[in-house]
């Protein structure tokens, strides 16, 4: 019998036991360690957000509207204070843009000629425009005041003189009116007769803002003076495409800054939608669009007329927003296909937070601060808002538009801010609009002054996206978020959705979004 003795096999066998317990310890510690790795990389999979090494000083008063003083039907009234209040400019151009150039200060309002009905101009005003008589100096002051604004003044070299516009800024400081930014003209490059009868060449142009600076500089030697500038493309007229050069030799050595309006497109083109229902454009169309703000930039800092703007020299964006060929008589009948949407909202803030890469730029102010939904930030009336399709008037009255209820987080995240940084994420998601350009899906910057830092922060993807934000923010920050589809019309505050709270680490930053953040360091 070859069986082995009892006391051998209870040996055999307590060893066969202690490697059985030993194997299953050692793939315990080894399934923990893999899980403790696993876990470990997960969190390094997160998309994390880090401040960048480029920063850039900032003015505190960095966000301005723009205001077609025409539209303001008094500056005292309760319910445009508040509205501008809570869009919380810091600046306000006066009286705005094309009107600058044919408005009559004294009279608070167009010039005679169109009171009267014998003006012959390019550009043509409505009988209610001609007879407003609402936004005198004084006028001006009361409504700076109540909403803690500054002026930024847009002399009229064009039915004016510079006799006369001088004795504006000195009444307007008489009254107690800040004179601390002036504009020398709007857009006079613009290939129309009213600009040609003034000034035939570019050059003419330039001499006589030479005059109108050395006069300016006499009486208000602190304030800041801007020459009319243009960003064109390679297909506008000879006029634009020697506008900047003609500044070069006096104009822009005597100034202090240029001017540059700068509107993009929706990307769309211009053939009828197929979609029925308003705004006419669908989740695809989306991606062009958001993508185009990061076009019109790059095209912007690429083109020669930009190249050429001297280096020492500040530039102010006294009109930016989404532009559509829906406007003058050869485009009559045409309709939207974006504007007043929540995609326009997006839209405006990238553009806002775009403008921050270059450190030249001073201030910027956005086209425009109340009137209807092509442009306006806020929406006074509920004709304000009309559907393209059932002409339908559907606006809360003194609401924001998709622009307002994006730029008033932009306006509050940069109030009183000094520094900014740009922040990029590790794992950002890039998207393709027209023409297969990439433009990443989250983009923002860090704000700071002293122990406060506010970040600002857009998501353009159609997707949540999670980022740790831990490396930008030591304590607890607490958030604001607004957000929806990029169809959505904005035309009352319940439109999008909003929350607030407090971040630990993480931050989900939902689909179509603009967040703003903000931490205080004790």
């Given at each position: 019998m070859n069986s082995k003795p009892f006391y051998k096999?209870?040996?055999?066998?307590?060893?066969?036991?202690?490697?059985?317990?030993?194997?299953?310890?050692?793939?315990?510690?080894?399934?923990?360690?893999?899980?403790?790795?696993?876990?470990?990389?997960?969190?390094?999979?997160?998309?994390?957000?880090?401040l960048a090494s480029f920063s850039r000083s900032l003015s505190p008063n960095f966000f301005c509207s723009n205001n077609n003083a025409l539209r303001v039907p008094s500056w005292q009234d309760s319910n445009f204070v508040e509205a501008v209040q809570r869009l919380n400019p810091k600046k306000i151009r006066f009286p705005g843009g094309t009107v600058s150039n044919y408005w009559d200060w004294r009279y608070g309002g167009l010039i005679e000629d169109f009171r009267d009905g014998k003006a012959d101009f390019f550009y043509s005003f409505n009988s209610k425009d001609a007879q407003y008589d609402s936004s005198k100096l004084a006028d001006l002051l009361q409504g700076?005041?109540?909403?803690?604004?500054?002026?930024?003044?847009?002399?009229?070299?064009?039915?004016?003189?510079?006799?006369?516009?001088?004795?504006?800024?000195?009444?307007?400081?008489h009254i107690g009116l800040p004179i601390k930014y002036i504009e020398l003209g709007n857009e006079l490059y613009i290939d129309v007769a009213d600009n040609k009868d003034v000034f035939p060449q570019p050059q003419d142009y330039a001499a006589e803002t030479v005059k109108w600076i050395d006069a300016i500089r006499q009486e208000f030697p602190t304030a800041k003076i801007a020459v009319v500038g243009v960003t064109p493309t390679s297909r506008k007229p000879r006029r634009l495409k020697k506008w900047n050069s003609s500044l070069l030799s006096e104009a822009l050595p005597k100034a202090d800054a240029i001017v540059l309006h700068i509107y993009g497109s929706h990307g769309l083109g211009n053939d009828k939608s197929k979609i029925q229902t308003y705004p006419f454009f669908d989740s695809e169309d989306a991606k062009t669009i958001l993508g185009q703000p990061f076009a019109k930039w790059k095209k912007v800092q690429n083109t020669p007329q930009f190249e050429l703007l001297p280096q020492d020299k500040k530039i102010w964006i006294t009109e930016y927003n989404l532009f559509e060929n829906i406007f003058y008589a050869k485009n009559k009948g045409k309709k939207p296909k974006v504007m007043g949407s929540w995609a326009h909202g997006l839209y405006a803030a990238t553009m806002s937070l775009l403008f921050l890469e270059e450190p030249r730029v001073e201030f910027i102010c956005n086209h425009q601060l109340i009137s209807n939904f092509y442009f306006a930030s806020i929406l006074p009336h509920a004709s304000s808002f009309k559907d393209p399709v059932s002409q339908s008037s559907i606006a809360k009255p003194y609401s924001f538009s998709a622009a307002g209820s994006a730029l008033s987080l932009y306006a509050n995240a940069i109030d009183g801010m000094t520094q900014a940084s740009p922040i990029y994420f590790d794992r950002n998601s890039i998207a393709k609009g027209k023409n297969e350009f990439e433009y990443p899906t989250l983009y923002g910057w860090m704000f700071s002054h002293k122990l406060q830092k506010n970040s600002l922060i857009v998501n353009l993807s159609d997707?949540?996206?999670?980022?740790?934000?831990?490396?930008?923010?030591?304590?607890?920050?607490?958030?604001?978020?607004?957000?929806?589809s990029p169809r959505d019309l904005v035309t009352n505050p319940?439109?999008?959705?909003?929350r607030t709270g407090t971040i630990e680490k993480t931050f989900i930053f939902p689909a179509y979004s603009v967040t703003k953040i903000s931490s205080s360091s004790s």
């Open positions: 096999q209870r040996y055999f066998f307590r060893r066969f036991i202690l490697l059985l317990i030993g194997l299953t310890i050692w793939i315990f510690i080894g399934n923990s360690i893999v899980a403790h790795q696993s876990k470990k990389n997960q969190g390094k999979t997160f998309n994390q957000a880090h700076l005041t109540l909403t803690n604004t500054e002026p930024v003044f847009v002399l009229n070299l064009s039915t004016s003189d510079l006799p006369s516009q001088l004795e504006m800024l000195r009444t307007a400081r997707r949540p996206q999670k980022v740790d934000l831990s490396p930008l923010f030591k304590q607890k920050p607490s958030y604001e978020t607004i957000f929806g319940e439109v999008l959705e909003k």
